[in-house]
T-cell receptor, first 116, second 113 residues
Framework: NAGVMQNPRHLVRRRGQEARLRCSPM?????VYWYRQLPEEGLKFMVY????????ESGMPKERFSAEFPKEGPSILRIQQVVRGDSAAYFC??????????????FGQGTRLTVV | GDSVTQMEGPVTLSEEAFLTINCTYT??????LFWYVQYPGEGIQLLLK?????DKGSNKGFEATYRKETTSFHLEKGSVQVSDSAVYFC????????????FGTGTRLQVTL
């Protein structure tokens, strides 16, 4: 059973370009979470999605950032018109159900975005 | 809101030394508490967890006890190895916001021979 797969592992974009980060959850997992890790900081929650629905996007910047988790295919985190401050590691996690006492989130290896 | 505070790194220890990484939290409810680990070049893995007061989580020789009275979840290991070198994250999941984990900033541990 493959783990959470993120691609690409490294992504370089020039300022103003678009970045698309992909996350394939573990088999049987319908809950996906995106986190961002800025240099020297912890992971910050961005968005929580279930199939075709955004459940909680309280951590998403209001502009330029969007996320989707379609019925078929991976979850996509999209950043339009990237700026240098978007440079970070973006981690995806998945779970079988809502996080709770007996539900664990499994993380991918992350995508390191560098904006030049 | 919820928050997690953990000791700053890096922490440098000799092999077989005793490890403590402090973690304290604030939460509105009764959270579950976690330690995650990120080995060099790898993703983030759950190391251990505790879901209620006085629970002790343990794995790979690491332990942490959920202390409600001090709102702490300190990570300990009696004898570290070079292979334990990694970044360790303390985190909580609040039942009121079960959709998200709140992480500390991470503590880098470097173990030398």
């Amino acid at each position: 059973n493959a783990g959470v797969m993120q691609n690409p592992r490294h992504l370089v974009r020039r300022r103003g370009q678009e970045a698309r980060l992909r996350c394939s959850p573990m088999k049987g997992h319908s809950h996906v979470y995106w986190y961002r890790q800025l240099p020297e900081e912890g992971l910050k929650f961005m968005v929580y999605l279930q199939k075709e629905n955004i459940i909680d996007e309280s951590g998403m910047p209001k502009e330029r950032f969007s996320a989707e988790f379609p019925k078929e295919g991976p979850s996509i985190l999209r950043i339009q018109q990237v700026v240098r401050g978007d440079s970070a590691a973006y981690f995806c996690a998945s779970s079988r159900r809502d996080l709770g006492v007996n539900t664990e989130a499994f993380f991918g290896q992350g995508t390191r975005l560098t904006v030049v | 809101g919820d928050s997690v505070t953990q000791m700053e790194g890096p922490v440098t220890l000799s092999e077989e030394a005793f490890l403590t990484i402090n973690c304290t939290y604030t939460a509105t409810g009764y959270p579950s508490l976690f330690w995650y680990v990120q080995y060099p070049g790898e993703g983030i893995q759950l190391l251990l967890k505790a879901t209620k007061a006085d629970d002790k989580g343990s794995n790979k020789g690491f332990e942490a006890t959920y202390r409600k009275e001090t709102t702490s979840f300190h990570l300990e290991k009696g004898s570290v190895q070079v292979s334990d070198s990694a970044v360790y994250f303390c985190a909580l999941s609040d039942p009121g916001t079960a959709s998200k984990l709140t992480f500390g900033t991470g503590t880098r541990l470097q173990v030398t021979l």
